[in-house]
């Protein structure tokens, strides 16, 4: 089993989040953050991966460094849970429809970090939530996992669903690209020899 535990602490949250990606998409998670509670229960459940988080933060203030900060902490634990990413099928990619929205999603688990964010989001808050942090969400995971990511937003008005619609999407493609290539299974998907 390919499994991570990562615990952070600073001065404005406190982490504590289990990953394993070979998982059945079970998850239980606490992050002080309605909102970001069912967006990660959305993620791991497409993703099949189990997922407990648990987060103390500042959200007194605001859910800035809580979001950015599990961004953070999931980027780090998918990069540690892929190991050496011996066989994995690498890339992975995934079109979602939702009700009016359509979102595109393309990965690369490469080793190098990049997020193309074309998120087009009407609505400054969903709830309590500022729509703002999924980029930063997103900028932290990517580039603490070490992979590029694309988000694309082919269509859509509904700021939840577009949310919504980009972490089943993503979870779709994270699925396709940590899965592991039987006919390849010893081998590291790059020419280089390392990802």
């Known amino acids: 089993m390919r499994i991570a535990e990562i615990n952070r602490k600073t001065n404005e949250t406190d982490i504590k989040l289990k990953l394993n990606i070979d998982g059945t998409g079970e998850s239980k998670i606490d992050s002080g953050c309605g909102f970001l509670d069912h967006m990660l229960t959305l993620l791991a459940r497409h993703a099949r991966f189990d997922l407990e988080l648990i987060c103390k933060g500042d959200t007194n203030v605001d859910y800035h460094h809580t979001v950015e900060d599990i961004g953070i902490v999931?980027?780090?634990?998918?990069?540690?849970?892929?190991?050496?990413?011996?066989?994995?099928?690498?890339?992975?990619?995934?079109?979602?429809?939702?009700?009016?929205?359509?979102?595109?999603?393309?990965?690369?688990i490469s080793g190098r970090c990049h997020l193309s964010y074309g998120l087009e989001i009407p609505s400054y808050r969903v709830g309590d939530f500022d729509?703002?942090?999924?980029?930063?969400?997103?900028?932290?995971f990517v580039?603490?996992?070490n992979i590029t990511l694309h988000i694309k937003?082919?269509?859509g008005k509904n700021s939840h669903?577009?949310?919504?619609?980009?972490?089943?999407?993503?979870?779709?493609?994270?699925?396709?690209?940590?899965?592991?290539?039987?006919?390849?299974?010893?081998?590291?998907?790059?020419?280089k020899g390392v990802l």
């Not at 729509?131 to 932290?140: C, D």
């Open 153 to 155: 937003q082919l269509d």
């Open 74 to 108: 999931l980027g780090d634990a998918l990069k540690e849970a892929l190991g050496n990413m011996r066989g994995i099928k690498r890339y992975g990619s995934f079109i979602l429809p939702m009700d009016e929205t359509l979102i595109l999603t393309a990965v690369d």
């Open 143 to 145: 580039r603490h996992a």
């Open 131 to 140: 729509t703002e942090l999924i980029e930063e969400f997103f900028l932290g």
């Open 161 to 191: 669903h577009i949310i919504e619609g980009t972490f089943k999407s993503i979870a779709h493609t994270l699925k396709s690209a940590v899965a592991i290539d039987t006919k390849f299974s010893k081998e590291i998907p790059s020419t």
